[in-house]
Structures are given as structure tokens and as C-alpha cells.
């Protein structure tokens, strides 16, 4: 048996599957595609999660595409957070190319152009569904977690939450957080002293700060009313295939904080929401974090840890998440080790540290014969990548180098135009567009502090009141004791008396 008959027999047998699967393209061996070795992803283990790696240009957001539409086209809902603003284009048809119809007849798959049912969300001022949440359904834990804050400020983030929950004073947004920790070392300090003990004004300095900080990146317009339901992610639409969610995030790429602050919400609200589905045959939902450098970059340790842990939750509620980056090495060790599958686009070895990075990135797939993998990562092209995933039991696939196939549907932009369109057929844009804000902690409790005011301003002009009558009683001269000790008077008895004397 030649060296390509034993290639194409490893690949049939390495990918074959029982159930329901994704076919993302076909195997190349020497650079040559060979036609209908097909390699499949199987559905059943999507929720185990992935990642999506190349240099700038080799095609990762097209197979970030390509698994979008085949997944929705499987009935699997799909979140995609776009922020290069080029994935808009998946809810229209492919126009179809020479090229594309050259690649799939290599790959032994039939094209076919068509859109997918799209709905657009926005975390910024940008058109679409706004994302928001609400600072009560973030939770100590998490706010505390995102503001990297130490074990003794932490500790008065749960004092403040206590205090509401008490009081009934509802934190929806950052200004009533703000409110509640001014109170608790002006107004309100003794009041907080006797129940919980006391604060100190160094400590809730340091949070106020931090909360600023969240604010400038424009968290502001993320911690409102009303919040989105993580149930309105997983819809269907009437020919049976799942929604494509797509958040714009084209302005927020500078502002790493509030991106992180949006995703572990997300991910917490859909961890604590969604049933456990266990080891089921197909994911509910499929989240695509691109440019997840961002996420990584700036987290601190106590956020990676907890990145870390739902990661590893989140799988048995039925949630694959998939990492977009440009390199293996941005996502940490601890969260690649959960990766099931990967595919791998081209790296490029300009420096020594390129060449070490390709060293290690070579290591982390399965061994082959077939391939020399730190030099293939090096001549793959465009739309070529390494892939590795699991089977059915949940075993490494054979690594093979593939001939990715192309999407469906556009691989460009929507107009103007076609954005409003988009919008226009949206269920959701009604139901969570509408500014809310309803009296929340930041008005009770300057509504408070309004009436404590009034009230002590009353107490002192009655006590100003009553001393200034006090001293008037007490300057004002009895009438009787005016007259018994006016000179007149004691001239006249001392006149009478001179007289009895005589």
C-alpha cells in the first residue's frame, strides 16, 4: 500500500463517526489534497471546546465562519464576538467565485451559497440588541474579581451588597454602587459601623477609583436595564436552523476591561441559567471569542483562575466556547489544556522567537508520521490549516493537514443598509432597546440623605428658635421691678422717709 493509500485509510478511519457531524474540509498530504477524505468534527463533542490559530491573513475568520454556519445549519445556536466588524456578512449568500468552486471539487464537496439567520447585538452605542446586566446580577464575586481587588476591599464589596439586600435598595447600575459606598463612610457611617462594623475610607477610595476606571472604558452603558436574557441566544428560527448572535465590538478593541467585564458575565449568567445537559450528542449553544488575547492580556490572577473554572464547568451545561487568536501561546496553559479542538492556520517564523513559539505550538498536537508538524505550520496557505479534534469517545483525532472548505454564505461585510434591514426583522430590538431607569439605590438613598438633611436643618432653627427667645425673656425687665428700681421711685421713698425721720 503506497504512502497516500495509507494516509487516506489513517484519515477515514481516524474520523469516522456514528452520529450527527461537521465536515470542515478534506486531508492534504505533501501539499496535495486528497479529494473526499473528508475530515469531520462530530457533534457530540463541539461542547468540548476549541481554538482557532494563525498568523494575520491565513484564514482563521473563515473557519470561524464555516463552523457558524454549519452548526446553525444543524439546528446549534452560535455566538460570535466580531471585533474586526467582518462577520456581518454571514447573513447573506456567498456570490460564488472560480476559486471557491475549484477548492471544494479538490475537497470532493458540493458549494452551496445561502445566508443564515442573523441577529446583531451591540455592548456600545453601535446599532443592534444592547447586551446589558445589571450590577446585582454580576455579584460581589464578579465585581470584585474584574476590579482586581485585595481580600479586604472584597470583603466591603460583600459588606455593600449585604447592606442592600437588607435595606432592599437595588444596585442596577454603577452610580448606585457609587452611592451606597459614599454613604457607608459619610451619611450612613455610623449606621454601617453598628451592623457590620467599620470601613474604612481608604479602602472604599481605592474601590471608587477602580469603578472610574470601568467607567472611562464605557462599562456605564453595559450596567444598566434591561438585562438580556441568555435565553434569547439560543433561538430557532422557522426553518429549523439556529440563530448566528453577532456582537459588534469594533469600537471596544481599546478597552480590554470592559470586553472581560461583558464576557464573564456572559459566561457565569449562562453557567448559573442553563440545566446540565451531560454528555449529550449535540451542544446547545457555541460562543466564538475572537481576538481572545484581549480576555488574556491584562487579566489578572484571580480573573484567569475564574476564566479557568467556568471553562471547565461550562462544558457540561451543553456550551462550547471557542478561542480565536493569532497564537497558541496567547491563551494560558490551564485553559489550552481543556481545548478539544484545534485548528491551526499558518505561523510565521520572521525572529527566534517566532521559531520557539512554532516549537511549541508543534508539541502540543499528536504525534503523526505523516508530517513533520513545526515545518507544515510553516508552509500551510492561505485557508489551509492543521486540525486535530476528539472522536465520539472522546479521543485525539489523527492530525492532518487540510484543505478547509468555504463559507456559504458572504465573506464580507453588510452595507449600511443591509445592517438596517437586518435590524428592521429583529425580535429582540423591541424588547431590549427601551431606556429603563427605574429608582434604584443611587435615588432612595439621596432621597435619604435629602430628609436627614431637612430634617437636622429643621431641629437647628428650632433650637436657634428657642435660644433666641430664652434670650430675650432673659434681657426683657419685669415691669413691677422696672418701676421699684427707677431713680425716680427711690428719690420719692427717700424724700417720705427724710419727712417720718424729722
Known amino acids: 500500500m503506497g504512502n497516500k493509500e495509507q494516509f487516506i485509510e489513517h484519515i477515514e478511519q481516524g474520523y469516522a463517526t456514528k452520529g450527527d457531524y461537521i465536515t470542515v474540509g478534506a486531508g492534504m498530504l505533501d501539499g496535495e489534497t486528497m479529494t473526499n ?14 481554538l482557532i490559530a494563525g498568523a494575520t491573513g491565513t484564514g482563521k475568520t473563515k473557519t470561524l465562519q464555516v463552523l457558524a454556519e454549519n452548526l446553525s445549519d444543524k439546528g446549534i445556536p452560535v455566538l460570535l464576538m466580531d471585533l474586526k466588524g467582518d462577520l456581518s456578512g ?18 470532493g464537496l458540493p458549494f452551496e451559497a445561502k445566508g443564515f439567520p442573523v441577529e446583531i447585538l451591540s455592548l456600545s452605542e453601535q446599532n443592534g440588541v444592547r447586551l446589558r446586566a445589571t450590577v446585582s446580577e454580576f455579584g460581589p464575586v464578579l465585581l470584585s474579581r474584574i476590579l482586581d481587588l485585595s481580600v479586604t ?39 454601617f459601623q453598628k451592623a457590620y462594623g467599620r470601613i474604612s475610607t481608604s479602602s472604599t477610595g481605592t474601590i471608587l477609583r477602580k469603578i472610574i476606571e470601568l467607567e472611562q472604558q464605557g462599562a456605564d452603558l453595559f450596567f444598566r436595564e434591561k438585562s438580556f436574557d441568555v435565553d434569547d441566544l439560543v433561538r430557532i428560527d422557522d426553518n429549523g436552523r439556529g440563530y448566528i448572535n453577532i456582537i459588534r465590538l469594533t469600537d471596544i478593541q481599546d478597552r480590554p476591561k470592559l470586553f472581560s467585564t461583558f464576557m464573564l458575565s456572559l459566561l457565569a449568567e449562562i453557567y448559573s441559567t442553563f440545566p446540565e445537559q451531560g454528555d449529550s450528542e449535540r451542544p446547545e449553544l457555541v460562543l466564538f471569542i475572537d481576538e481572545a ?22 462544558r ?125 439605590a443611587y435615588e432612595i438613598l439621596t432621597e435619604k440623605i435629602e430628609r436627614a438633611e431637612k430634617e437636622a436643618e429643621k431641629e437647628k432653627e428650632i433650637k436657634t428658635t428657642t435660644r433666641s427667645s430664652t434670650s430675650r425673656r432673659s434681657t426683657r425687665m419685669n415691669p413691677v421691678v422696672k418701676v421699684l428700681t427707677s431713680a425716680t421711685f427711690i428719690r420719692g421713698v427717700l424724700g417720705v422717709l427724710k419727712k417720718v425721720i424729722r
Open 37 to 50: 477524505a473528508f475530515i469531520k468534527i462530530p457533534l457530540k463533542t463541539m461542547n468540548r471546546h476549541g
Open 90 to 107: 454571514i447573513a447573506k449568500p456567498s456570490p460564488g467565485h472560480p476559486k471557491i468552486d475549484e477548492r471544494h471539487a479538490k475537497i
Open 153 to 191: 476591599q472584597e470583603g466591603i464589596v460583600a459588606v455593600v451588597f449585604k447592606y442592600c439586600d437588607d435595606n432592599k435598595l437595588p444596585l442596577l447600575d454603577l452610580k448606585d454602587f457609587k452611592k451606597v459606598l459614599q454613604y457607608a463612610t459619610g451619611e450612613g457611617k455610623e449606621e
Open 293 to 314: 488575547h484581549l480576555i488574556f492580556d491584562n487579566a489578572s490572577k484571580a480573573l484567569l483562575d475564574q476564566i479557568e473554572s467556568i471553562v471547565k464547568l461550562i
Open 316 to 440: 457540561s451545561k451543553g456550551i462550547g466556547l471557542y478561542f480565536v487568536t493569532q497564537n497558541p501561546t496567547d491563551v494560558p496553559d490551564d485553559v489550552l489544556a481543556q481545548l478539544g479542538l484545534k485548528i491551526q492556520h499558518a505561523l510565521r517564523a520572521f525572529t527566534a522567537k517566532d521559531r520557539k513559539a512554532i516549537k511549541l505550538t508543534a508539541q502540543n498536537y499528536p504525534i503523526t508520521e505523516f508530517y513533520d508538524t513545526a515545518e507544515v505550520l510553516t508552509s500551510l496557505g492561505t485557508g489551509e490549516a492543521l486540525v486535530s479534534a476528539l472522536d465520539e469517545k472522546g479521543r485525539p483525532t489523527p492530525l492532518a493537514a487540510t484543505m478547509m472548505r468555504a463559507p456559504m454564505s458572504r465573506m464580507d461585510i453588510l452595507t449600511d443598509g443591509e445592517i438596517e434591514e437586518v435590524l428592521d426583522n429583529s425580535k429582540l430590538i423591541k424588547k431590549y432597546n427601551e431606556e429603563i431607569d427605574r429608582e434604584s
